[in-house]
């Protein structure tokens, strides 16, 4: 099939989304979104209130300020978790280089025989390099000029400062078991031993991508399958969902890492407080059960 679809303008669209009954009572409104907000971004919120989706006719009630609703509670969300997860990041970073630069030496992360897959470590110091190569902060010039001749990196309390969490936490999985510092750095965090870290970080990293470039979260599939802990050292949940690519599950352990090394963050008022501002938004769409509240994690 050859896609020859034409291209719409924006009172094009606006009466395309009428026609297959979507409710739109302020037509300013929709204009100013569509012309800021790009149709196939919004689609994504009024997807699920479409009744026959080969044709794109909506539900009956189904309201273009549901959509809106939906898209700003989505971006204000993304804002809310992506704040959670800048102080994991840091606290991540701060473990592996502290550790692993004590265990071993200040150029750990290049050391092949600690890590299980060389041809991983060499894409992820490969993605570190390029980070490196263009860096403007102060503290890599100043170690370029002063160290031109060494060849190496630079030492992990600088280079690691430039490392994207995914790579952060690609290095942390990819270490040996053996290694002492995996399974320090994972108590650490609440995660006991190397065994369930890894794809709490993976998912975690998946997120933060989501976040960064403004991705859709509410009611989307998340690809990571987080491992969970028997019995947790710290306060979880007694029901534990068991739907892995819902976001619920995934903002649980964010909250069990926060309440580690934030103790006083205020990540669970905020989420209360966002869900009583946006009322029409339905949490079971991100995997919330009815009770969760109540939640020994959550208070």
Known sequence: MIYNKKTFTIEENIAQLKERGLIIADHALAAHYLSHVSYYRLAGYWWPMQLDRDQHLFKP???FEDVIHLYNFDRELRILIFDAIEKIEISLRTKLIYHLSHEFDPWWFQNTTIFQDSGALVETLASLKE?????????????????????RFPPAWKSLEM???????????????????????????????????????????????????????????LPGTPKILSKPPFRWLIDVPTDTQKLYLHLCIIRYILNIIAPENSFALKMKELLIKYPSVDPNALGFKADWKNEALWN
Not at 132 to 149: A, C, G, L, V
């Open 163 to 221: 490392t994207s969490f995914g790579s952060l936490s690609k290095l942390y999985g990819n270490l040996k078991n053996t290694v002492k510092s995996k399974d320090v750095i994972a108590k650490e965090l609440g995660a006991v031993n190397h065994t369930y870290l890894p794809s709490w970080l993976q998912s975690i990293a998946q997120i933060r991508n989501y976040c960064a470039h403004h991705s859709r979260l509410w009611n989307k599939n």
């Open 61 to 63: 009630n189904s309201k």
């Open 131 to 151: 980070e490196i190569d263009r860096s403007k902060d102060i503290f890599i010039k100043e170690h370029k000029k002063k160290y031109k001749e060494n060849l």
